[in-house]
């Protein structure tokens, strides 16, 4: 058993003894957070699979959809970046205007763990129960602990959004794409995929590129393709629309130069802005994969979903109330993710009761922490407190820094 104190791991025997933070999760918000800690007297354990969701829930061969300068993990001295990473590897890397392949994200997102927090434990919190002014942390070892704070930064793994249609079916006949890595097994099936967002049209690109039949399905009446960035921008397209980690418009630029002042809103407007803002849009990289390459309905509301002689019956209503019905081997739900605090399973139920909360996400304080002293919200069960920023991993620095003031 490793406690890391943020410099080296030692060996230590805390059954008896109480970590001041635990941060639950080893993606780029709890890499992020993590790294800040490293050199701090503090006693901190860190837990998960680095990079866990990204590499065993999102398919290979992929691109992110955000820019390099926006794709970065955060120390508190901004010397292990993106870039510094690619260019010692030789790999090919622009701030703007080169997709970012997902392996290379992972394997830079892996080499910063290895190198700032060395003391990762790969194992997974099963329960969490709050004991007095701390809590009890159970771990899948067996091992309980007791945390005077934690941070929980799962991230989106356990918020994968069904259509109920398609959770109705039986298994193996319809997924999520978060359920997916490799898509070999797809090869020569006929697949369809709903949605319009990026991970829906990211995924029938790659399906057809791994050699399945796909038919793209969207209920929106246009899938939106972001256009391909040209740099240097001129002079009034900069002032028109400046660009930030999230896109080149002033509202984009405004969630990430000030969620605190997001944060100050009244509720209502915070929950518009995250449902509204950076809708459905798919990377400019993907367009030339999906585009003339294979069947695309848009305008089409899912009806029902039936599973009949090994094969999935799709109903839609079309846009002008046409019934349309679709025949495939499979139906992937690129439907996007709903957080929900309750679908988080290690959280004990009355911990969870005493949790504050807004569309079933943690009101959170200046600094990320909940209504219980003492328990922190990162990442994307965060973005109704301070925004869509939090709903991308370019968000993790700015939570790193603001978490940091009060642990």
């Known amino acids: 058993m490793a406690e890391w104190s943020g410099q080296q791991p030692r060996e230590a025997t805390l059954s008896a003894d109480t970590v001041d933070i635990a941060i639950v999760g080893a993606g780029p918000y709890g890499l992020s957070l993590a790294a800040h800690l490293r050199g701090r007297k503090q006693r901190v354990r860190v837990f998960g699979s680095p990079m866990r969701f990204w590499s065993q829930h999102m398919p290979r061969g992929m691109c992110l959809k955000s820019e390099g300068f926006a794709s970065d993990l955060f120390d508190p001295d901004a010397r292990h970046t993106l870039k510094a990473y690619c260019a010692k590897n030789n790999i090919e890397y622009a701030d703007v205007g080169v997709p970012v392949r997902i392996e290379t994200f992972i394997d830079y997102a892996q080499a910063f763990q290895r190198e700032l927090v060395p003391g990762l434990e790969d194992k997974q919190v099963t329960s969490m129960k709050q004991r007095g002014e701390a809590f009890d942390v159970t771990l899948d070892t067996g091992e309980t602990l007791q945390a005077r704070r934690v941070v929980v930064a799962t991230g989106i793994m356990n918020f994968a959004y069904m259509p109920p249609q398609l959770a109705a079916l039986p298994q193996g006949m319809a997924s999520h794409t978060s359920h997916h890595s490799d898509l070999s097994r797809f090869r020569g099936r006929r697949v369809a995929v ?54 080149a418009d002033w509202r984009s630029f405004a969630c990430c130069k000030i969620p605190l002042v997001f944060h100050a809103l009244p509720a209502s407007l915070r929950l518009r ?112 407190s301070f925004g869509p920023l939090l709903r991308f991993a370019y968000g993790a620095g700015f939570a790193s820094k603001q978490i940091m003031k009060r642990l």
């Open 273 to 384: 802005a995250v449902e509204r803002h950076l809708g459905p849009a798919v990377g400019w990289s993907v367009r030339d994969a999906v585009v003339g390459k294979m069947p695309i309905h848009v305008g089409m509301k899912l009806q029902s979903a039936s599973a009949e002689g090994g094969k999935v019956q799709l109903a839609f209503a079309a846009a002008d109330n046409a019934p349309t019905r679709v025949e495939v081997d499979h139906v992937i739900a690129g439907t996007g993710f709903k957080v929900d605090l309750a679908r988080l399973p290690f959280l004990d139920p009355t911990l969870h009761s005493r949790v504050k909360q807004l569309a079933n996400t943690p009101i959170l304080d200046r600094h990320f922490q909940s209504s219980v002293p003492g328990l922190f919200f990162v990442g994307a069960a965060a973005a109704n």
């Open 194 to 247: 709903v949605g319009a967002g990026s991970s829906a049209v990211d995924m029938a690109a790659l399906l057809g590129q791994a050699g399945a039949e796909v038919e793209l399905i969207a209920r929106r009446g246009k899938i939106t393709f972001h256009d391909r960035p040209v740099e240097p921008r001129p002079l009034i397209d900069r002032l028109k629309g400046p660009r930030s980690g999230l896109g």
